[in-house]
């Protein structure tokens, strides 16, 4: 980081004579430096309030009597001949108080005669008023670019090194991964994540990986409506989707590379996808893998968990949570059966919730600018707004059906293989026959409860108990047969077909619909 930068920026702000500074960050102990420096580029005199322990001058000098208390303090500062830049460290909760914000407002105001500074550091600003706001300007820290999180952990080795008196070792590849998630968090917390991983064992692997994401996850907010998928997978877990696979491959190079860029450069990166198909078919399996094969963070949306019955609660917990999302880029953010936190059939019903929420969803998926792969899920296009689905919000939309008989074989030996079986000891061929129109999930289910019943039997799952069981199930396109159908017709010529026509993943779009 250009720490001259950082001070020249500050001395620029305290010479246009804006009264208030407002300078959110954790980072506190850094940022007093950089302002202490700042004071005395531009010949200023610096003074320091916590309630602990009152006004201080350099933060050192003896308290100022009686000044421990925000108000008391504030009174102070608008009383005091004593001009100069007063920085207040964690006074966010005061700004609830109304004699606070007239305090402030006052000695904003007379700042043309007095020259009194009023700079507001901590964690959480979010909550000044309005009427203080318009009268303030912000001080953004500068994050940690690409080469100063590698020289922090160059720092960090060579510090190892010397303490330890063994060499630090670490896998090239997953430094620069640790590296690339680390981007966009503070100085101060990416040196205490690096010190963490490598004073566990002085060795980076990819352990440190997830333990470095998990963390960033907590620092992010932790629960509520996202939550942080740990358990990813391959595109080898997932029978079929061919043509899925296959977009998803040649986006993963731009999308890592879009992630890793700084400065002003514009640079093209994958938005997102719908999965549009039927129940079971594989949806939420693919955007795990995805996240997999990506090697990036899985966020998942609960639209269930976002909604509150207070007026503008929902919306802003929908706020946070992209923001705790773009926090965790590069990254997917799965959001699970989209069609149920924005459905249009809802009308007023809701008090225009949906309607809101739909509002804030396109506003950030217009603006963000970190990169956040989205892989929205849903079961009724129908549901769906079109201002939501149209060109250049999603990069496309795929459907999956269900699978054909070459998924359908894959389907089988995987599940079989997760539960110790040898697909080759089973005669696969009248078993993909007999699961025409099953879902992958239903030939799952198929597999566990054959291997109860033979638990129970005390004997071992072979081709004809599967049979039996196969035989004795109603899939969903059976049960559902109208509804799917028409969710058929809706995709064969508006959606892209997640698995090519016998598994060719150059097939064209023309050759899927048709």
């Not at 809706?490 to 892209?496: I, K, P, S, T, Y």
Request: net charge neutral.
């Amino acid at each position: 980081m250009n720490e001259r930068a950082e001070v020249q920026e500050l001395g620029a702000l305290l010479r246009s004579k804006v009264p208030i500074i407002l300078i959110e960050t954790h980072e506190e102990p850094r940022i007093l430096k950089l302002l202490q420096q700042a004071c005395n580029l531009e010949q200023q005199v610096m003074f320091r309030w916590s309630i602990v322990d009152g006004i201080t001058r350099n933060g050192r000098d003896e308290p100022i009597y009686n000044t421990n208390n925000l108000v008391d303090a504030l009174k102070h500062v608008d009383k005091t001949a004593q001009n100069g830049v007063y920085v207040f460290c964690d006074a966010h909760p005061g700004f609830k108080d109304h004699v606070n914000v007239r305090l402030i407002r006052e000695t904003a105001l007379e700042h043309h005669k007095t020259a009194r500074t009023l700079v507001f550091v901590s964690p959480k600003l979010e909550e000044l008023p309005g009427e203080l706001l318009r009268l303030a300007a912000h001080f953004r820290p500068q994050l940690p670019s690409r080469e100063d999180i590698r020289a922090i952990f160059s720092e960090e080795a060579q510090l190892w090194n010397a303490q330890s008196g063994e060499k630090a070792r670490g896998d090239r590849a997953i430094v620069e991964q640790i590296t690339l998630h680390l981007m966009g968090m503070e100085q101060d917390d990416v040196r205490r994540l690096v010190r963490q991983a490598l004073r566990a064992d002085g060795e980076i692997n990819a352990d440190d990986l997830r333990r470095v994401l998990a963390t960033k996850h907590e620092a992010m907010g932790g629960a509520g409506a996202l939550g942080f998928e740990t358990s990813k997978l391959r595109f080898d877990a997932v029978g079929g989707l061919g043509q899925l696979k296959h977009w998803v491959s040649l986006r993963r190079a731009p999308f890592m590379e879009a992630a890793g860029s700084s400065g002003d450069a514009v640079v093209d990166r994958p938005k997102g996808i719908v999965l549009l198909g039927v129940q079971g078919g594989g949806k939420s399996l693919a955007a795990r893998a995805i996240a997999g094969e990506w090697n990036v963070p899985l966020m998942r949306l609960d639209f269930g968990a976002l909604y509150n019955k207070y007026y503008g609660e929902t919306e802003r917990n929908l706020r946070q949570a992209f923001a705790a999302a773009e926090g965790m880029a590069p990254c997917v953010l799965w959001m699970d059966e989209i069609e149920k936190g924005v459905a249009t059939g809802s009308g007023d019903q809701d008090g225009g919730v949906s309607r809101r929420v739909l509002g804030t969803l396109l506003t950030w998926m217009s603006e963000r600018s970190k990169a956040v792969f989205i892989v929205a899920t849903a079961n009724d296009i129908s549901q769906l707004p079109p201002e939501l689905i149209r060109k250049g919000r999603f990069d496309e939309i795929f459907f999956v059906d269900f699978p054909d008989a070459a998924a359908r074989e894959q389907i089988f030996a995987i599940h079989l293989r997760k539960r110790a079986l040898d697909p080759k000891r089973f005669d696969l061929a009248p078993m993909v026959a007999a699961t025409e129109g099953f879902s992958g999930a239903e030939i799952e289910q198929a597999i566990i409860a054959a291997s109860f019943e033979a638990r129970a039997a005390r004997r071992e799952v072979d081709s004809a108990a599967l049979l039996g069981e196969l035989a004795r199930t109603r899939p969903l396109s059976v049960i559902m047969a109208e509804r799917i159908a028409a969710l058929r017709d809706w995709a064969a010529d508006r959606a892209v077909m997640a698995d090519a026509p016998g598994g060719d993943p150059r097939a064209t779009p023309d050759a899927r619909a048709a």
